[in-house]
Each structure stands twice: as C-alpha cells, then as structure tokens.
C-alpha cells in the first residue's frame, strides 16, 4: 500500500543549506526523488548538465516554457530556473516522493498548480551565519553574493506562507526533522488514496 508519493516544495534563502540537507537526506531515503532543474545560469566548477542541472540558454529556456514544458519557473538574481514537468507525474505514480529545491515565486507557483504539495522552507540561524555559509563556499563571486544576500530577506519573508519551517542550525537535526515531515505526511496521505474506497 505505498500510494503516490508526495510532491514536496523545498526553499530557503542560498546558503541556507538547502543542497547539504538534501543530500544527506537522500542517502537514507531510497523513495525519494529529486528533480533536476533547468537554468540559464552557468555551470559552477564541479556541476555536471543533467544531474545538478540542465544548463540551457535563453532561448532554449524561453521554448520550453513556451511550450508548457515546466511545471515553474522563475527568474532569480538575473537567471531563469524551471522544473521540467515530465518525470514529476511518472515518480510520484510510482510511489516515490519527489522534492523540488526551488526558490519562493515557483513555491508559489507549484502551491496554486498544486495544492496538495508538501511545503518546506529552510531557514539559516541568521543572516550573519548566511553571509558567513556564502563566503565560505566560495563559488559565488562577491557580486553574486551581494545579490543573495539582497534576496535572502525578501525570501525569508515568505516562510510563514510554507507548511514547516526547519531551522538548519545542526545540519544532523535538520535532515532529522525533514525526514520527520515527510513520514508524517506520508501517514496523512493515507486519508485521499483510493485505499479507503476500495475497502468498502
Ligand atoms: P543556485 O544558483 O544557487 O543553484 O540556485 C539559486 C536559487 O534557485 C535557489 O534558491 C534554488 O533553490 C532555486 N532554484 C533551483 N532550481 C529551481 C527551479 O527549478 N525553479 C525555481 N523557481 N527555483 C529554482
């Protein structure tokens, strides 16, 4: 009886954690999917086209919108982001949750589209730990974090419109409390599968 998977919106300002939270979430949840973007924005050192994103141009971009190929999209610090619409139906049919890390106007987005969503939004223990997690990672150059950090605020002013709000203080803790989310909602989901219906 496992039921389609849920559909989960995960944000958070950049340098929230987003990434590290997921990734450590993932090597312990086998069920879990994650969906790869589209972006106009170039690759850093070290991402690979088709598994961190689909690195396209504009006009590419521009295309596939057009042509209602994505579920969102959004434009971020000078950059458009898009969450190809295909494979998310297939995955959650089969069972498996599937996680969107997507920024605030496609959370939006994805809310109204689907109501029925899962959403999370991760938050630093501050915006001096932020700009700290920024700098320190050191793939951004100072402009680009000049212009995360100018977003972050208006981002975080748009967690008390998310379901949970995980604070990523202890990244141990944090992964902890996602995986906590998504097993509870797995268990609320039970209520609209056609499970009930077919036992009467
Ligand atoms: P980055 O450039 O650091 O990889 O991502 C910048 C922001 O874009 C992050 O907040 C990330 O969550 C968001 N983002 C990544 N993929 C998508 C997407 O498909 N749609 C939207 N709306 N935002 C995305």
Not at 39 to 65: H, I, N, Q
Not at 79 to 99: L, R
Request: proline share 4%; glycine share 8%.
């Amino acid at each position: 009886m496992s039921g389609k998977g849920l559909l989960v919106v995960l944000s958070g300002p950049s340098g929230a954690g987003k990434d590290t939270v997921l990734k450590s979430l993932m090597q312990n949840e086998p069920g879990v999917r994650l969906s790869v973007s589209a972006t106009t924005r170039a690759p850093r050192e070290g991402e690979e086209d088709g598994k961190d994103y689909f690195f396209l141009s504009c006009p590419r971009f521009k295309e596939l919108v057009e042509n209602g190929k994505m579920l969102e999209h959004a434009e971020y610090c000078g950059n458009f982001y898009g969450t190809p619409s295909e494979p998310i139906e297939a995955w959650q049919a089969e069972g498996c949750d599937v996680i969107l890390e997507i920024e605030v106007q496609g959370g939006a987005q994805i809310k109204t589209k689907r109501p029925d969503c899962v959403s999370i939004f991760i938050l630093p223990p501050s915006l001096e730990v932020l700009e700290k997690r920024l700098r320190r990672r050191g793939t951004d150059a100072e402009e680009a974090i000049q212009k995360r950090l100018a977003a972050a605020k208006s981002e975080i002013a748009q967690a008390m419109h998310y379901d949970y709000v995980v604070v990523n203080d202890d990244l141990e803790s944090a992964v902890e409390q996602v995986a906590e989310i998504l097993r509870t909602e797995k268990l609320k989901s039970i209520r609209n599968q056609d499970f009930i219906e077919r036992m009467l």
